[in-house]
Nanobody, 118 residues
Framework: QVHLVESGGGLVQPGGSLRLSCEAS????????MGWYRQAPGKERELVAV???????NYADSAKGRFTISRDYVGNSVYLEMNSLKPADTAVYYC????????????WGKGTLVTVSS
């Protein structure tokens, strides 16, 4: 069984920065993809950024130029550095791990709340 635990959320003023962390434990197979999704109140969950084994990345347009995803393959962790935060970035941020080429091996964390407000 795989468990994902996010941390680093909180309240930040517009223009500020936060760094989210997610640590995976359990049987982590490769290749895989780890990434961040978010869900704002009343909206659907959406991709923020994802990084595949081999460091291929994909960012949502809203995240490009402001957010940076990185991974620690030894520690099975993924990070999201968020800069120039806007009120529109307010959401619950979820970590996701997908084992590629394996059906059904898709895991989510419980989420961490990011609130951008003055």
């Amino acid at each position: 069984q795989v468990h994902l635990v996010e941390s680093g959320g909180g309240l930040v003023q517009p223009g500020g920065s936060l760094r989210l962390s997610c640590e995976a434990s359990g049987s982590i197979l490769s290749p895989n993809a780890m990434g961040w999704y978010r869900q704002a109140p009343g909206k659907e969950r959406e991709l923020v950024a994802v990084m595949h084994t081999g460091d291929m990345t994909n960012y949502a347009d809203s995240a490009k130029g402001r957010f940076t995803i990185s991974r620690d393959y030894v520690g099975n962790s993924v990070y999201l550095e968020m800069n120039s935060l806007k009120p529109a970035d307010t959401a619950v941020y979820y970590c996701r791990l997908t084992i590629l080429l394996r059906l059904g091996m898709d895991y989510w964390g419980k989420g961490t709340l990011v609130t951008v407000s003055s």
